[in-house]
């Protein structure tokens, strides 16, 4: 039948239309969908940016507080001193306290000098306590030290206590008998009146161990006396017993006479063969008048000067850029030949060699 025949017809179209034809591709497979993109984390960057910015701040706040501090050290902060407060009282009656403390010698001499200027401009400062923990040092620069405390309390009418702590023998006991009063810790030791003179023989370390033969031209026979270079003679060393040694031993005496009324040159003389002398002693022999704490000194401060209730301060040096500076160049040995000349120089003391090392 006729209605068969196109029901066959119209069955057998789709086929012919999915076959492929000759010369036609077939259609490519469907692509499968992107996966999505992992989503980024910015928590860690935002930390890190976060420090590195304040690790930055920090550094340039640093910079700034360098260049300020070293403003103020370089325009006269060679003297500039700050007020440490000890004690707290009134204002318009200070009592001023000065540390001598290390091996005397040419700087600790201005630094003394300068602090001692402070308190003579000072017009609220009462009295001075020299607070001494020192084994002694140099002969001129002790001395100098003593000159300024005499000339102080000459000038300004203000008295000076020394306080004496751990160690204040030789050089330390000379600039101590310039003041009014000694007042020493009971554990102190002092005394050791005497000098010394040291100086180095490298002569057989330079022709033994070096091969090394100075040579010294001179004017005359005494010039060059006490040698590096040779072997001190007995003759040399008459000669610099006479010219260094007992002059600058009679002068200890002489002023441990003057400062110390209790005692005259010839009792002086008897204690002065270099003997060391406990607290207990020291007292007992006259060499000084009380024994006590820094509270004693600062009550024989006020009753000498006439005051109660007073403030006291302690001169101390800032922190200050050119310090940490002058530190860390000081700390570094410069074995140069003005090094050299100085270490090989003869040094007339007033020291007790065993009380520093």
């Not at 196109?6 to 036609?24: A, V, Y």
């Not at 010698?105 to 400062?125: C, F, G, T, W, Y």
Request: hydrophobic share 40%; with cysteine.
């Amino acid at each position: 039948m006729d209605f068969e025949e196109n029901q066959d017809t119209e069955q057998s179209q789709p086929q012919q239309e999915n076959s492929c034809e000759p010369g036609f591709a077939s259609p490519p497979p469907p692509v499968p969908a992107a996966a999505a993109p992992p989503k980024k984390r910015y928590g860690w960057k935002i930390f890190w940016g976060v420090v590195i910015t304040m690790s930055v701040l920090a550094n340039l706040f640093m910079v700034v507080m360098l260049i300020v501090v070293a403003s103020f050290s370089v325009g006269g902060g060679s003297d500039l001193f700050n007020e440490g407060l000890i004690a707290k009282g009134s204002s318009s009656n200070k009592i001023a306290v000065i540390r001598l403390e290390g091996i005397i010698n040419e700087e600790k001499s201005r630094e003394i000098h300068k602090q001692i200027d402070l308190a003579a401009k000072d017009n609220s400062v009462k009295a001075v306590i020299l607070r001494t923990i020192t084994p002694g040092g140099g002969v001129g620069a002790s001395d100098r030290i003593h000159h300024k405390i005499s000339e102080f309390r000459a000038k300004t009418k203000k008295p000076v206590v020394a306080f004496m702590q751990t160690v204040a023998a030789s050089g330390g006991y000379y600039t101590s008998v310039a003041c009014d009063k000694i007042v020493a810790e009971p554990t102190v030791i002092t005394g050791s009146i005497g000098v010394m003179l040291n100086h180095l023989v490298i002569k057989g370390l330079l022709e033994e161990k070096l091969g090394i033969v100075p040579v010294v031209i001179k004017s005359g026979p005494k010039k060059n006396w006490p040698s590096p270079f040779n072997e001190t003679t007995e003759e040399e060393r008459e000669y610099l017993m006479t010219k260094l040694v007992i002059p600058a031993y009679e002068r200890f005496i002489s002023l441990v006479a003057d400062g110390r009324g209790e005692l005259d040159l010839a009792e002086v003389r008897i204690l002065a063969d270099g003997s060391i002398y406990g607290a207990p002693e020291a007292l007992e022999k006259k060499l000084i008048d009380k024994v006590g704490y820094l509270a004693s000194a600062i009550a024989e401060a006020e009753s000498l000067a006439g005051i109660k209730n007073a403030k006291v301060i302690e001169y101390e040096r800032p922190f200050t850029l050119s310090s940490i500076l002058n530190s860390q160049s000081k700390s570094i040995l410069k074995m140069d030949s003005q090094t050299l000349r100085e270490m090989a120089a003869p040094q007339l003391l007033y020291l007790w060699d065993a009380g520093w090392k």
